[in-house]
T-cell receptor, first 111, second 115 residues
Framework: DAKTTQPPSMDCAEGRAANLPCNHS???????VYWYRQIHSQGPQYIIH???NNETNEMASLIITEDRKSSTLILPHATLRDTAVYYC????????????FGPGTRLSVLP | EPEVTQTPSHQVTQMGQEVILRCVPI?????FYWYRQILGQKVEFLVSFYNNEISEKSEIFDDQFSVERPDGSNFTLKIRSTKLEDSAMYFCASSNIGLVVRAQYFGPGTRLLVL
């Protein structure tokens, strides 16, 4: 089973920031937090990952709490094309470790 | 930007037939994976592959499934005798070694329909 808990769905107004929460209270010290998204039935798309520091790239920001038990993915200016299912995954620092996907959060960006 | 490619995009087959799904991972990646997603359900891990051998496999990956890296670029998933319940999207992914590039990059998928 997935080690993460996410709300099943969220709405966000176009142009506003989308903040997607994830709980991973049993995360281990060597586990990274990854975020992916899936648009329709396309392949999951990598967004960002982190260990304990906050991270930012051209797609999003990842905020990880100090105790690492939860995180938030921030899409700073959501567009209609950001409508997708977003998955938060924790995975150990072992190369080749498989990902366990949960049901994710279905984000709907509304015009 | 390099990406994982998969062929075919769609495959229709009769129950009991063999199918081979093909993937071309990102060229400098060393770890390869297959996942599947039954319609409306979660993405499920099938198998991971490194250094020409299986590193990990799930309960789904039974004797009907096999993987192979026949040359330096392709990575294949074979289902020997397809069942109706094998109908799903199959995703190939690859990843590399490095402090930054740990993420798995997924292909667009092959939609398999078993009749």
């Amino acid at each position: 089973d997935a080690k993460t808990t996410q709300p099943p769905s969220m709405d966000c107004a176009e142009g506003r920031a989308a903040n997607l929460p994830c709980n991973h209270s049993t995360i281990s010290g060597n586990e990274y937090v990854y975020w992916y998204r899936q648009i329709h039935s396309q392949g999951p798309q990598y967004i960002i990952h982190g260990l304990k520091n906050n991270e930012t790239n051209e797609m999003a920001s990842l905020i990880i709490t100090e105790d690492r038990k939860s995180s938030t993915l921030i899409l700073p200016h959501a567009t209609l094309r950001d409508t997708a299912v977003y998955y938060c995954i924790v995975s150990a620092d072992n190369y080749g470790q498989n990902f366990v996907f949960g049901p994710g959060t279905r984000l709907s960006v509304l015009p | 930007e390099p990406e994982v490619t998969q062929t075919p995009s769609h495959q229709v087959t009769q129950m009991g037939q063999e199918v081979i799904l093909r993937c071309v991972p990102i060229s400098n990646h060393l770890y390869f994976y297959w996942y599947r997603q039954i319609l409306g359900q979660k993405v499920e891990f099938l198998v991971s592959f490194y250094n020409n051998e299986i590193s990990e496999k799930s309960e789904i990956f039974d004797d009907q499934f096999s993987v192979e890296r026949p040359d330096g670029s392709n990575f294949t998933l074979k289902i020997r005798s397809t069942k109706l319940e094998d109908s799903a999207m199959y995703f190939c992914a690859s990843s590399n070694i490095g402090l930054v590039v740990r993420a798995q990059y997924f292909g667009p998928g092959t939609r398999l329909l078993v009749l």
